[in-house]
């Protein structure tokens, strides 16, 4: 099946710093979906995207749905040591009711 | 409200042994999934069920793998003979309604095929 395009794939940055990463995908999606995961858990969501052009923030979290619907962005400001875990974006289409989910970034942050 | 719940939480079998995987999903929500996550990739779906019904199955590997939802509450994910490359998280998510964004995941459990 197929997995969208998640770069970086890892990023080790120090407290403080801001945090960009991005997700591209070869197929229009109705919805974006950005998820954290963390060991021996399972993904929680942090933010949902419903618009094209759509700038939604969580937080110090924010994030943006593509004008072509086909990538999504994810900004993370002022890091903090808690933030490490991988971060997944995911599609959904809404006529299947499923979702398609990127390769992941890793991000670490050193203290 | 409590959590998706899935046992076992780990899981190590030798390669062509059975081995089953048991989730119960938030009371009250319809749909359940399972996904399954090889180390260093995000979550796959292998099937989805809409209360006791199966809506896709297309991922599943039919030949080893099995899925059923009897009551259309908890869900039990088989796989039998296993091989090697099924060392993965098996995940199960449920949601209630149609939104995306009301889809929440259990812990996972961890396969180790040796």
């Known amino acids: 099946g197929q997995q969208l395009n998640q770069s970086p794939q890892s990023m080790f940055i120090q407290e403080g710093e801001d945090v960009s990463m991005n997700c591209t995908s070869s197929?229009?999606?109705?919805?974006w979906l950005w998820y954290k995961q963390e060991p021996g858990e399972g993904p929680v969501l942090l933010i949902a995207?419903?618009?094209?052009?759509e700038l939604t923030s969580n937080g110090r979290l924010t994030a943006q749905f593509g004008i072509t619907r086909k990538d999504s962005f994810l900004n993370i400001s002022a890091s903090i040591p808690s933030d490490v875990g991988i971060y997944f974006c995911?599609?959904?289409?809404?006529?299947?009711?499923?979702?398609?989910f990127g390769t992941g970034t890793q991000l670490k942050v050193e203290l | 409200e409590a959590g998706v719940a899935q046992s076992p939480r780990y899981k190590i079998i030798e390669k062509r042994q059975s081995v089953a995987f048991w989730c119960n999903p938030i009371?009250?929500?319809?749909?359940l999934y399972w996904y399954q996550q090889i180390l260093g990739q995000g979550p796959k779906l292998l099937i989805q069920?809409?209360?006791?019904?199966?809506?896709?199955d297309s991922q599943l590997p039919k030949d080893r793998f099995s899925a059923e939802r009897l009551k259309g509450v908890d869900s039990t994910l088989k796989i039998q003979p296993a091989k090697l490359e099924d060392s993965a998280v098996y995940l199960c998510?449920?949601?209630?309604?149609?939104?995306?964004?009301?889809?929440?995941f259990g812990p996972g459990t961890r396969l180790t095929v040796l």
């Open positions: 197929s229009i999606f109705n919805t």
């Open positions: 069920f809409q209360n006791n019904g199966v809506v896709d």
């Open positions: 009371s009250g929500h319809a749909t």
């Open positions: 995911a599609g959904h289409t809404g006529g299947g009711n499923k979702l398609t």
């Open positions: 995207l419903y618009k094209a052009g």
């Open positions: 998510a449920s949601r209630r309604g149609l939104a995306a964004d009301e889809q929440f």
